[in-house]
């Protein structure tokens, strides 16, 4: 295999797991062995290289206008549990394969070059894109409660409002990652580039019902707050399928009460999630999901938002660049959205240009040990940002 499988085979099987998945949670033993693996690559390749207060990876090469932004490539180090090789990992090992390739070239950009490998970019108790949110300045470490869960993982909210840096410097954000959904994989093409990060919209919804005896209490007497449940969760299923097909809807959670065999449920709460790049599309399916509602007579129910990250643009110049190089390369792609959250988004949240190159995820596995980019691909999405990194730095950012 080529330089890059390699190390993303070495680096991203720690936490290798008996049955071949891969556990390296954000902050864990495991998560730090690989920092310190791709920290002395940076180091090797002549990278200022440094761990940040918040247990992110950072390196810099220098160009050679002192004047001129950053170049910034960078995805996260850690794993879902029982994950998989290249969620992540592939980012930050494809950022340092650019690296290697302008040292064997001999090329000097005239822009730094940084890498960032962040920290807990999984759900955790932290919030997801903890370790890029921090380098954004977008983590309130004063809020009720939160001191308590930063020293679960050995910090303090000192450590959070030290990591922050300055993206005024940063002329470009650049992600390289797997696609993690099956669309590139069905049509045979080999490279996404990325239009955008959907929606992430969830709301915890709740049925009102009626408990009693269930051996007693006749079917056209029973207030089920399940079946009702079940009812609006089938119906909103439906509605999705109709109303976009890039709109996805999701129940993930559920809760039942009381939760007796014997007791018609008085109570059930679940999460109600949708994505989509446009708001438009979820305010419209949230309505139709609540006029639904009014007509489930089982129940009554109430609605909770509990996330509104709206959609995140990409950056429509790094989009026509990347799409360029595609082209020039003749390489087969398409523009797509990601449905998937990555650290791009606190960048993009705080002003900076972000840019996606996405290869396929074989049938469009992700978070699981079955995960698989072909080699192919890994080295076309290596082509890819590298001649991408090579057209943005004749550019003034």
Not at 139 to 165: H, I, T
């Amino acid at each position: 295999m080529s330089r890059l499988n390699d190390m993303l085979q070495e680096i991203g099987g720690i936490g290798r797991n008996e049955d071949g998945s891969i556990t390296r949670l954000g902050a864990s033993e495991g998560y730090f062995q690989a920092l310190e693996q791709v920290k002395m690559r940076m180091e090797a390749l002549g990278m200022k290289a440094e761990q940040d207060p918040v247990g992110n990876l950072h390196g810099i090469l220098p160009g050679t206008d002192p004047e001129a932004k950053s170049i910034v490539l960078g995805s996260h180090l850690d794993t879902v549990i029982k994950g998989g090789v290249f969620d992540g990992m592939l980012g930050v090992t494809g950022a340092l394969e650019v690296v290697y390739r302008l040292k064997e070239q001999g090329r000097a950009l005239k822009h730094p070059l940084e890498i960032w490998g962040f920290n807990l970019e999984e759900s955790s108790p932290l919030g997801g894109t903890f370790g890029s949110r921090c380098v954004a300045g977008m983590v309130d470490a004063e809020a009720p409660g939160y001191a308590e869960r930063l020293a679960k993982y050995g910090m303090k909210p000192e450590n959070v409002r030290a990591a922050k840096k300055d993206l005024d410097k940063y002329g470009c954000y650049l992600e390289y990652h797997i696609e993690q959904g099956d669309k590139l994989d069905s049509a045979g093409l080999d490279i996404g580039v990325v239009s955008g990060i959907v929606s992430v919209v969830r709301y915890e919804v709740t049925a009102h019902g009626i408990s009693n005896h269930a051996g007693t209490t006749m079917m056209p007497s029973r207030k089920d707050a399940l079946v009702g449940m079940s009812k609006l969760i089938v119906g909103a299923d439906a509605r999705a399928r109709e109303l976009d097909d890039t709109l996805v809807f999701t129940v993930g959670k559920l809760s039942v009460a009381p939760g007796q065999e014997n007791v018609i449920p008085n109570e059930v709460v679940a999460t109600f999630e949708m994505r989509h790049m446009d708001k438009a599309v979820t305010d419209q399916f949230y309505a139709d999901i609540q006029a639904m509602a009014k007509e489930i007579s089982n129940c009554e129910f109430t609605f909770v938002n509990t996330v509104a990250k709206y959609s995140t643009p990409c950056d429509p110049a790094l989009i026509d660049t990347i799409d360029h190089v595609c082209t020039r390369l003749n390489i087969s792609h398409i523009i797509m959205p990601s449905g998937a959250g990555h650290d791009a988004n606190p960048m993009a949240h705080e002003g900076v240009p972000i840019g996606m190159v996405f290869v396929p995820s074989v049938k469009g596995i992700s978070h699981h040990g079955d995960e698989w980019t072909d080699p192919k691909h890994i080295d076309l999405g290596a082509d890819v940002l590298y001649e991408t990194v090579l057209a943005l730095d004749k550019t003034d950012l």
